[in-house]
């Protein structure tokens, strides 16, 4: 089994900058990726951005592109997203998960084996 745990959330106010974290314990795997999601209320949870745990490929869903940056720190097994310029739309549950699939970079829900319990990010105007 993987335990994520998340950190970092919190409220800011827009144009604000937040760092969440993620850090995977428990089995472990010779090559994965890791993700963030984000879900807002009332909406369906959707994907953020990817990192290829091997080699630090990376994806960005669009809204998030050139604000947030994922990243990860290999020594110390954890996975970064730094999120610049936050608006409120921007305002969610975020997630961390992490995929076994070998191949490409997953952004769909369904392509993830494991999540953590969320941290709540909250974009004042």
């Known amino acids: 089994q993987v335990q994520l745990v998340e950190s970092g959330g919190g409220l800011v106010q827009a144009g604000g900058s937040l760092r969440l974290s993620c850090a995977p314990s428990?089995?472990?795997?010779?090559?994965?990726?890791m993700g963030w999601f984000r879900q807002a209320p009332g909406k369906e949870r959707e994907f953020v951005a990817a990192?290829?745990?091997?080699?630090?490929?990376?994806y960005y869903t669009r809204s998030v592109k050139d604000r947030f940056t994922i990243s990860r720190d290999n020594a110390k097994n954890t996975v970064y997203l730094q999120m610049n310029s936050l608006q409120p739309e921007d305002t969610a549950v975020y997630y961390c998960?992490?995929?076994?699939?070998?191949?490409?970079?997953?952004?769909?829900?369904?392509?993830?084996?494991?999540w953590g319990q969320g941290t709540q990010v909250t974009v004042s105007s």
């Open positions: 990192i290829r745990w091997i080699g630090g490929s990376t």
């Open positions: 428990g089995r472990t795997f010779t090559s994965y990726n």
């Open positions: 998960a992490l995929s076994t699939l070998r191949d490409g970079l997953p952004t769909t829900s369904t392509e993830y084996n494991f």
